[in-house]
């Protein structure tokens, strides 16, 4: 019934339009058509024109006329001769049949934006104001899957297979820190952070709640953002229910907390609110430091939300180092500049190799070894971190760009 209604309207409408505009194309044939029957009169006056001026000659030559007022004479019949010319120029002459045709025109393109509109357009869909839209989306995120639910739905990930000395010491971690009794809070980290690395988020997570606990009233942002780091990993990226209750603990102790505010970001993302994940991630980008390891996602994606978000925005230039590093750097002498750099790769490298890290992180890595021309080394990251990241398409496409701009692809 709603589309009976539209398309009544919509046809009315049509016909409407197409009527008035085929009605001034027919008044422009007929304005064009007497046109033409001036025309008639105008190429008559300038024969007379022309005729005056002959007589004018003959007059000067009888003698009636002297020299002065034969050539006032002549003047002002060229001027009018002149204006009549030039007006029979400027006259459009439209055929008969011109007319017809601009109508069938006009009739075919109005059927064909109905035909148009009728292939690609949504006739019976309803209006949906923004705040509608908005309010949809929030009762989505209010009843989105469980963590549970969603990691259910997932393939089993592809483990990394740590080598036999990094066994050795997870073995003798978890012999001397249980996540059921354990008071041990250094020992507690160290657990959660290398059973995430190696894909037991269950084990990692149990370590992590522990030392919540123990932690109590102490528990930092850290804490939390790190509990919700875990359930975000496990769960493939996605930004389950319970990993909002850690993000959101972690903001109420800390409010700058970038860890956690780029989550909450994503979470908003994922539940269509671009506007509220804006709000978050726009500052900060400000206030994000060079290394910061959320950087790199957040750049990558912040275009895309704040263009769904209606929001002008350009991703400003990577921030490079501050005055003091710069002034530090040029202290040094070329030896330690290089000894310097390879420092920071090789902990990058070690923190990598222990706690694992972000997509992002691993192409860093992979740009700064071949930089240092250790091709061998960035190759052989490159094929760990794809196991690790094995059937995750974002991540992969993060390493392969990498690798394909280290130039050591595929």
């Known amino acids: 019934m ?15 339009v197409a009527a008035l505009l085929i009605a001034s194309s027919l008044r422009a044939r007929a304005a064009a058509t007497a046109g033409t029957a001036d025309q008639t009169g105008r190429a008559q006056d300038i024969q007379v024109y022309r005729d005056q001026l002959a007589e004018v000659d003959r007059d000067l030559a009888r003698g009636t006329l002297d020299a ?26 439209t055929g008969a049949a011109g007319g ?35 309010a949809e989306a929030d009762a989505a995120m209010q009843t989105r899957p469980s963590q549970a639910d969603w990691v259910a739905r997932l393939p089993a990930p592809a ?6 000395e990094f066994t050795a010491l997870m073995e003798k971690l978890r012999d001397a820190v249980d996540p ?15 059973e995430a690395a190696l894909g037991n988020f269950d084990a990692a997570l149990a370590a ?32 389950s229910p319970e990993a909002e209750q850690q993000l959101f603990r972690a903001l109420q102790i800390d409010p700058k907390n970038g860890l956690a505010r780029y989550y909450a970001g994503l979470m908003f993302s994922q539940g269509g609110r671009f506007d509220r994940a804006m709000a978050l991630w726009g500052p900060l980008l400000e206030d994000s430091a060079a290394d910061a390891p959320w950087l790199g996602p957040l750049r990558a994606q912040i275009e895309e939300v704040a263009s769904l978000a209606g929001i ?4 400003p230039p990577l921030k490079g180092p501050t005055g003091a590093d710069v002034a530090a750097a040029q202290d040094m002498s070329a030896e330690d500049r290089q000894a310097m750099i390879e420092g920071m790769v090789q902990q990058l490298a070690d923190r990598l190799a222990t706690q694992g890290g972000r997509p ?7 740009t700064a070894q071949t930089a240092l021309g250790r091709m061998d080394e960035a190759k052989a990251t490159l094929a760990k971190a794809r196991e690790i990241f094995a059937g995750q398409q974002g991540p992969l496409a993060t390493l392969n760009e990498a690798a394909l701009a280290a130039g050591i692809a595929p």
């Open 2 to 16: 709603e589309n009976m209604a539209f398309w009544s309207i919509a046809a009315l409408l049509s016909l409407g």
């Open 68 to 93: 002065s007022e034969a050539q006032r004479t002549r003047t002002e019949i060229a001027r009018r001769l002149l204006e009549a010319d030039r007006k029979q120029g400027t006259t459009a002459a």
């Open 100 to 134: 017809w045709i601009a109508a069938g025109l006009i009739a075919l393109a109005v059927a064909g934006a109905v035909v148009l509109y009728n292939r690609i357009g949504l006739p019976g869909y309803p209006d949906l104001p923004i705040a509608e839209r908005l």
């Open 159 to 164: 483990l990394p297979q740590p080598d036999a």
């Open 180 to 194: 059921a009794t354990a008071t041990d809070l250094r020992g507690l980290d160290l657990l959660a952070r290398n």
């Open 208 to 239: 992590q709640t522990r030392l919540i606990a123990v932690k109590a009233d102490k528990a930092s942002a850290d804490d939390h953002a790190a509990l919700a780091e875990i359930l975000i990993t496990q769960a493939q990226g996605y930004v």
């Open 312 to 315: 002008p925005f350009s991703l």
């Open 360 to 366: 992002e992180e691993y192409a860093q890595l992979i």
